[in-house]
């Protein structure tokens, strides 16, 4: 069977066994690597380091990687993404050099030491009232600065037919923007003692992301297989809140969003969410998640992707689950290679998986075993799977 890539993720997603189990790497921040080992791995290759990075966003620091790069890499995925504004990017591209880079929003990074950039910036940290929401000065969701270039990418690669369009607008997610505006700690202080609040914050976030979400839906039109958003919600053992709070507060907003989202487009909705989420995932499926990333193996009860398969694989398909904690950076080729094989064995009979790692390759990931990851999937993840 000779398949092009987006018929390979179509057919996955659709619950079937394509040619392969189809690959996602630099497709989005959640699915890409950063700046070190791309260039480590354009070395091995012996091929040019384009310095680019996703969203044009030096301090995001994660690479916009080459079309020569993804094709070796045997991604079966583009992206489209929004744009930060021309106002401020221009702003923080003539901001003096090591100065804090501050988004559209009013959050921003700062240097930690040079080229490494944290969140620092909470705009709202001290806020407590309905009044300090309101007298807040938002960013301009109809800006079109944002979306200027996403009708034409997106005509482009649905022309070229090749490759299954991942459409990535940059955190449109309203419990993370919550955090860049107040502070995780602060955040989720106010969640549990001022709830009024934190509601009322979250649905002014979520209405600006929804705002933005219909400029950049309207100009991809039906040009895109899958949209990715998200909230981080789990630590490596736990929920950040009770399944209570998600679903007394978080859960009807990601509801609405992402009825929101299918009112406009036929695409797959892609759902980001790091740490142990086992007790919320039952949600997801109800609010019309259809892709859940990235099945972070090293957080509590995500490491049984048996069951996990076994409960939701009829009805959701799955993206990621390659350890990044342990075998992506430290381990060897060939232990990264077994670590593939275990979780296509698990995850990807009947389809309804995409092989990619657990969130953005690190610095610390060696470039050879980014390789060994894609050549194990391009080898062992061939249809009929092997016993």
Not at 77 to 103: E, L, M, W
Not at 170 to 189: H, I, N, S, V, Y
Request: hydrophobic share 40%; proline share 7%; charged share 25%.
């Amino acid at each position: 069977m000779s398949l092009t890539p987006r018929e390979r993720v179509r057919i996955a997603l659709d619950h079937a066994e394509p040619d392969r189990v189809p690959i996602v790497v630099g497709a989005s921040n959640a699915t890409g690597m950063k700046m070190r080992p791309y260039r480590g791995l354009a070395n091995l290759l012996g091929r040019p380091a384009d310095e680019r990075y996703i969203y044009d966003w030096p301090e995001l620091g994660t690479a916009n990687p080459s079309e020569a790069i993804l094709e070796r890499l045997g991604t079966d995925v583009r992206p489209v993404f929004d744009a930060i504004p021309a106002a401020t990017r221009q702003r923080n591209r003539s901001r003096p050099p090591h100065a804090p880079c501050i988004d559209d929003w009013g959050s921003g990074q700062v240097e930690v030491d040079e080229g490494n950039w944290y969140p620092g910036v909470h705009p709202l940290r001290e806020a407590e009232t309905l009044a300090a929401i309101e007298a807040y000065p938002w960013p301009d969701m109809d800006d079109l600065s944002r979306v200027a270039h996403v009708r034409a990418e997106a005509a482009r690669l649905a022309a070229d037919d090749q490759y299954a369009i991942m459409a990535t607008p940059w955190l449109l997610f309203p419990l993370e923007r919550a955090f860049a505006m107040q502070g995780m700690e602060t955040f989720l202080g106010n969640l549990a003692l001022e709830p009024e609040f934190a509601e009322a914050l979250l649905r002014r976030i979520a209405g600006l992301c929804t705002q933005l979400m219909g400029h950049f839906l309207r100009e991809l039109g039906d040009d895109v297989d899958i949209i990715k958003i998200g909230d981080d919600l789990g630590t490596e053992e736990s929920l950040l809140m009770s399944p209570a709070m998600y679903r007394r507060i978080l859960k009807p907003i990601h509801a609405e969003y992402i009825a929101f989202i299918r009112a406009h487009t036929r695409a797959r909705i892609f759902f980001h969410t790091d740490g142990d989420v086992t007790d919320l995932v039952d949600d997801f499926v109800e609010i019309g998640v259809d892709i859940l990333n990235p099945i972070q193996t090293s957080s509590g009860r995500m490491a049984d992707i048996a069951a996990l398969k076994r409960r939701h694989g009829d009805h959701l398909s799955f993206c990621g689950a390659i350890d990044t904690k342990r075998v992506l950076p430290y381990g060897t080729p060939a232990e990264v290679r077994a670590e593939v094989r275990r979780v296509i064995a698990t995850l990807a009979p009947g389809g309804g998986y995409l092989l990619a790692a657990v969130h953005t390759i690190m610095d610390e990931v060696p470039p050879e075993n980014i390789l060994a990851m894609v050549d194990a999937a391009m080898e062992d993840g061939r249809y009929p799977l092997r016993s």
